[in-house]
Structures are given as C-alpha cells and as structure tokens.
C-alpha cells in the first residue's frame, strides 16, 4: 500500500508529477543489479542499517511507481479473491478520515495491489481545500525526494552500460570538484580521497543543504545553493568545503542532485530527456515529469502545511 498526500504549501517540487502506471516493473527489476549492498559496500559499519534502510524505502517507492494505476489497467477484484478482507480494509477508510478531520493531510490517493490485482482504490478529501476541489484517483502529486530513488536507478542503469564508474571521483565528470576540500577550523584539508560517484548514491560524500549551524551549512545558504541551474548548483556546490572526509560519515544532502548531473555528463543527455527515454516511457509512467502540461493541471493537487 502507498498513500500519496498533499502536504506543505509552497514546497518546491523536483519533480512535477507523481505517475502511478500499471505496468508491472517486474521484468525491469529483475534484469538491473540492486542497490542496496553495492552501496552500503566500504561503509562504516554503523551507518549502514541505517543506510540499508534508506535504500529499501527508496526501492520500494520506484516499484510502487510503476504499480499504482487507474483501475482499467489493472483488474480490480474483491479484495478476499486475492486473499485479504474487505472489512479490515475498511479501517483505512476511517484512519484517514481522522488524518483529514485533524488536519494531517488535506487529501490522498489510496492503493493496495495483491498478486497484481488491485483491490482497493480509493480518494479522500481534498485536492485544493481553498477551491473546494475533491481529491481524485487520478490525481498528480509531487513526489519531492522521492525522486531520489529515480535518479539512482538511472545512475545504476549507466553503470550497467560502463558509462559511469561507481568508485570514480566526481571530478572525472563534474569539474568543479576537482581539488575539493574538507572543512576543518585550523586550515580546509585536502579530501582523501576525493568523493566518489557511490558517495553520491549513499550521501556520504561529505555535501549537505544549509539550514544547519555548522561553517558549512551557513557557506551553502550564502551562495544559494539551492537556486538557479543545476549546473549553478554544481558551480557553488564545488566552492564549498566538504562537511567530512568522503565516505566516513552520512549526511542526506544535495548529492542527488549532483548525481543528476554526473548522469547528464555520462550520458550526453538532458536529465529530464533521461528519465523520460529510460525511467519514464519504458514503464508508461506518462504523468510524471519536471513540468506539468497545461492539459494535466486540473489533476494537479495543491500542497497544504498542518497549521
């Protein structure tokens, strides 16, 4: 089950669209490596539950990507002919009842799918509180973070081809990081060794978002790392000392967005050109992008806080 909410106005989204597809991405996981001990490999030991954590979750959401769908693309069935009970599910239409009622979430979509066969789907609340505008099925989210999780599975793609090198320095791709330093109070120390494309994928390459209290975090919101081009952020990112020496410590960061670039670099093509040839058509997820059409906006939910 995946439940998709509406959360946090004024978020800035990475991706535009959140694109349930039916088509099973089955085949598709099967034939590419996984990532979860490739990247937890050469990780200190404490950090790794931690970390295999973070790439289940992740995992799991590109799978439910590929999953979720409007019920004429896979066959709905009652829920006990797939082996779970109707009056059980029931529950969740009250648990998010009280989540709307309390202000939690304005709305969401709901799917449980078992032995491919979709057994419950359903929408709560609202998809724009201020325009009265019910949440649908059909609905498009914005999925944040959760983007991370494709940009991985690009990554990984290209590794399978030998167009990107898990264990080479970001330098190889991306120049500004040639040469990058790690921040220490008596004097920046060289980075030994330099971040490589697998600190990227676990956020252990030593980068961070600002919005701490440490040297480095005030250097990001200073420079704006966050705004402008991706390639802008890479410029700035580059500038910037590391928090740690690569590969010694986690900390969730801008890594995945200099991860796109390292595969707009590898690959010769646009990120968001990318995802639409490997990621987005080749599992019909035709609602997901960076921009939204004018045609999709109706579908498109507003973003709530809980205040």
Not at 231 to 247: A, C, M, N, S, T
Request: aromatic share 8%; charged share 20%; glycine share 8%.
């Amino acid at each position: 089950m995946m439940m998709m909410g509406n959360l946090a106005r004024g978020c800035s989204p990475a991706l535009r669209a959140c694109e349930p597809s039916a088509r099973s991405l089955s085949n598709w996981n099967h034939s590419h490596p996984t990532l979860v001990n490739i990247l937890t490999d050469r990780m200190p030991p404490a950090s790794v539950p931690a970390m295999k954590a973070s790439l289940c979750n992740s995992l799991f959401v590109i799978l439910a990507l590929s999953v979720f769908s409007p019920a004429k693309e896979i066959p709905s069935v009652q829920p006990e002919s797939v082996g779970m009970s109707a009056e059980k599910l029931t529950a969740v239409d009250a648990a998010l009842q009280q989540l709307i009622a309390d202000k939690k979430i304005a709305g969401c979509v709901v799917v449980v799918t078992r032995h491919g066969e979709l057994a419950y789907f359903k929408a709560f609340g609202m998809a724009d509180i201020e325009s009265g505008k019910p949440m649908t099925t059909d609905a498009i989210f914005r999925i944040f973070s959760m983007t991370k999780a494709i940009t991985s599975a690009s990554a990984m793609l290209l590794v399978e081809e030998g167009k990107l090198e898990l264990d080479a320095p970001v330098s190889k791709y991306l120049s500004p990081f040639t040469g990058i330093e790690v921040f220490n109070e008596g004097g920046n120390m060289k980075a030994d060794p330099e971040p490589t494309v697998r600190d990227l994928l676990r956020h252990t390459a030593g980068l961070s978002y600002g919005g701490g209290t440490s040297s480095v975090d005030r250097r990001y919101e200073v420079k704006g790392v966050m705004s402008g081009t991706l390639d802008k952020l890479v410029e700035r990112v580059g500038e910037i000392p590391l928090l740690f020496q690569p590969g010694t410590a986690w900390t969730y960061s801008v890594a995945t967005d200099v991860l796109g670039a390292v595969i707009e670099k590898a690959s010769g093509k646009a990120l968001d050109v990318f995802f639409r040839e490997r990621i987005f058509e080749p599992l019909e997820m035709s609602d997901t992008g960076f921009q939204l059409p004018k045609e999709k906006v109706a579908r498109f939910t507003a973003n709530f806080s809980g205040e």
